[in-house]
Nanobody, 117 residues
Framework: QVQLVESGGGLVQAGGSLRLSCAAS????????MGWYRQAPGKQRELVAG???????MYADSVKGRFTISRDNAKKMVYLQMNSLKPDDTAVYYC???????????WGQGTQVTVSS
């Protein structure tokens, strides 16, 4: 199993940037698919960015060209660089891990991102 802790959220003006971090512990980082989700009030949780098989990346259409997911396996960290932020990006952002073999799913506690107009 793995434990996930997000950090880096906060208040930022539209057009600004923010870098979210997800720290993993408890299991080998390479055993998991990693991704970022977000959930705004009154909306369903949605996939923002993630790593697919072969460590290719995928992004929601709404964030393509603005967000970048990356990771450091040695440090057991996953990052989400968010540029050109918009008010619609306001949400709680969650780190997600899925075990490659068991498909067990894990979530962090979330970090709030608020983008002001």
């Amino acid at each position: 199993q793995v434990q996930l802790v997000e950090s880096g959220g906060g208040l930022v003006q539209a057009g600004g940037s923010l870098r979210l971090s997800c720290a993993a512990s408890g299991s080998m980082f390479s055993f998991y698919h990693m991704g970022w989700y977000r959930q705004a009030p009154g909306k369903q949780r949605e996939l923002v960015a993630g790593f697919t098989s072969g460590d290719s990346t995928m992004y929601a259409d709404s964030v393509k060209g603005r967000f970048t997911i990356s990771r450091d396996n040695a440090k057991k960290m996953v990052y989400l660089q968010m540029n050109s932020l918009k008010p619609d990006d306001t949400a709680v952002y969650y780190c997600n891990a899925i075990h490659l073999l068991t498909r067990s799913e894990y979530w962090g506690q979330g970090t709030q991102v608020t983008v002001s107009s």
